[in-house]
């Protein structure tokens, strides 16, 4: 392994990674001064039982007591090959220890309840169609399931030739068609962990991942927290191309922030992306004492990452706001944005202004439907599902249309609620505006939660929830809309997965949805349901607008199969530079035709 220092020059490491990261805080009257921070060795192995006990101020927390304050800090990249890794295939068999909560090694903290009560209003809220609009594709298979940590959480990314999904604290890469190629810790628990060699002890909780369709990378991170030792960290790594096998460049942050004389902790993590950078939000709780500090917005300037070049990353915080979400962002965008919820009739939109230069919150409420906090899900034979509260679930940014997510309950039942805005030209100029909104009802007394939603480059959308009720085991499902139906509806629900087994109680906080970059056009879901060994998680791939494969027709007689040399005369038909003429490259036709 090598590790990335000064001026790019490789160094062999040794029993000891050195990792450089420091931090400098402004205000938005004062100049930014530059100092360069010294090195810090790594912590030791953490035990993670030990006595929590309350602790100073470190002197290196990053000062964010001023309003509008943003500090700066520089880290280097840890350069590590994944092919390395022996064996390739690190996790246990699911269910073969006995699984821990991730709340149990976490410091104390309390979730912050910052919903206003909101003026109830009569915006219209739709349903579903009597007519499905998921139309499942070939991709459909089992992921990671249950490691010794619950919940696991599960986020995912998809790029050209392979899928990458992360948990409760392990990872996958995978096959498209379902093969695991590589699987690890993302602790130091492996061989080493995912995140071992910068650093990261045996505690990485609510990972992320995600594809970067603009840089064509995947994106992986986790976050750090060691009471004992007053340590929290965003740990962030990026693939040098759109093959997760082989090298990434590995960072790891520094988290603690100080406002006052009283330190915070990142917890439940939001991670998104422009064609600028990679955005990650968090609670803030108290570290060296209670407390609770709003929510942290980091930017990380990604064109650096893309070479593992050292990056400069900027912290801000808003003490108003809970729960934040980042919009992963498709289209040429003013800025990036998030979503939280403001009141139970409103949500709150965030942008960040400048963000690699100049980083500024801009801040505006829009009104919705209105809505209750959801409360336990029943399911069969088992507790209910733990819906947690309002907050977001996920968000989606595309040419001025604002998709976002989350858990409510109406009448007696729970359900999936969805929003699309309308963004315009703000934060620039201009308003945000409500277009319509949702609700999955699976009818009867079926309750639905945890939905994810996305969009395709047909405007299409799409969404993934779980189902569940008191005489129904838990349901993995797909719906979705065309541009053309009518305002809040989507299809009836298709099941992707039905559990085996009964099962509820603490769930993971999220399924997801990640759109294919080969023809931005089929979505991947990955949704969680129990299986006997514990918590397991379903992959699969479906469509809203069907490919037209009439068109073509013209280069049939260049297509001998999938994934087969192309033959004489067909040269030019090998649009996706791969050395095949395969379906990928009739993905490629279609995009320049826009068809």
């Known amino acids: 392994m090598y590790r ?12 000891v990674l050195l990792t450089v990261a420091g931090c400098q805080t402004e205000s938005p009257t004062e100049s930014m001064v530059r100092v360069s921070p010294p090195a810090v060795a790594a912590p030791p192995r953490h035990d993670l039982d030990s006595a929590r006990e309350v602790a100073p101020v470190p002197e290196t927390a990053i000062d964010l007591s001023a309003e509008g304050a943003v500090a700066r800090g520089v880290a280097e990249a840890v350069v590590i090959d994944t092919r390395r890794a022996q064996p390739q295939i690190q996790l246990p068999a699911p269910g073969s220890t006995s699984p821990r909560a991730v709340k149990e090694i976490l410091p104390r903290h309390q979730r912050r309840e910052t919903v206003l009560p909101g003026q109830r209003n009569a915006l219209a809220v739709g349903t579903l169609l009597d007519e499905a609009r998921a139309m499942p594709a070939a991709a459909s298979w089992p992921a990671i399931g249950a490691t010794a940590w619950t ?58 991942c995600f594809y970067d369709h603009y840089a064509q990378r995947f994106v992986v991170l986790a976050l750090e927290v060691y009471e004992e030792t007053q340590e929290a960290y965003i740990t962030i790594a990026v693939s040098d191309d759109s093959n997760p096998h082989g090298i990434w460049y590995k960072y790891r942050t520094d988290a603690v922030i100080s406002v006052g004389f009283t330190t915070y902790w990142w917890d439940y993590p939001g991670a998104g992306y422009d064609d600028q950078g990679y955005y990650v939000t968090g609670n803030l709780f108290g570290l060296n004492q209670g407390g609770w500090a709003g929510v942290g917005f980091r930017v990380f300037d990604k064109s650096s990452m893309l070479d593992g070049s050292p990056v400069i990353y900027a912290t801000l915080r808003d003490g108003n706001a809970a729960s934040v979400q980042v919009a992963q962002q498709f289209g040429a965008s003013p800025a990036p944005f998030f979503v939280s919820v403001e009141s139970f009739s409103s949500v709150r939109i965030q942008a960040i202004r400048d963000p690699l230069t100049a980083p500024t919150l801009a801040t505006t409420i829009v009104t919705v439907p209105s809505f209750n906090s959801p409360s336990g899900a029943p399911s069969q034979g088992a507790d209910d599902v733990d819906l947690i509260d309002t907050r977001i679930l996920n968000v989606n940014w595309r040419d001025g249309n604002l998709y976002a997510a989350h858990s409510i309950s109406s009448g007696g039942r729970n359900f999936a609620r969805w929003y699309h805005l309308d963004t315009g030209n703000w934060p620039d100029s201009g308003s945000v505006a409500f277009v319509q909104a949702g609700e999955i009802d699976a009818g009867g007394d079926l309750h639905s939660w945890f939905p994810a939603i996305y969009s395709n480059r047909f405007h299409d959308v799409a969404l993934v929830c779980g189902t569940s009720s008191s005489s129904s085991r838990i349901r993995v499902n797909a719906t979705g809309r065309e541009v053309a139906d009518p305002l809040g509806t989507m299809g009836a629900l298709t099941e992707l997965k039905l559990a085996p087994v009964n099962g509820g109680g603490r769930w993971g906080d999220y399924y997801d949805v990640a759109i294919d970059p080969l023809d931005d056009t089929t979505f991947w879901v990955i949704g969680e349901y129990p299986e006997s060994f514990g918590w397991a998680n379903w992959i699969a791939s479906y469509r809203i607008t069907a490919i037209d494969m009439s068109f073509f027709n013209a280069t049939a007689a260049c297509m001998q199969g999938p994934d087969v040399p192309y033959p004489s005369g067909c040269e030019k038909s090998d649009l996706s530079l791969d050395n095949d003429v395969d379906l990928h490259d009739m993905y490629e036709i279609q995009q320049i035709f826009d068809t």
């Open 151 to 208: 919940p696991p959480d599960p986020t995912l990314a998809v790029g050209p030739t392979h899928v990458v999904t992360t948990v409760n604290m392990a990872l996958a890469f995978y096959s498209r068609d379902g093969v695991v190629e590589y699987s690890n810790d993302l602790s130091n628990a492996g061989n080493p962990g995912f995140f071992e060699p910068v650093g990261a002890g045996g505690f990485t909780f609510d990972p992320k």
């Open 4 to 15: 990335t220092l000064g001026l790019f020059a490789c160094v062999p490491v040794g029993v």
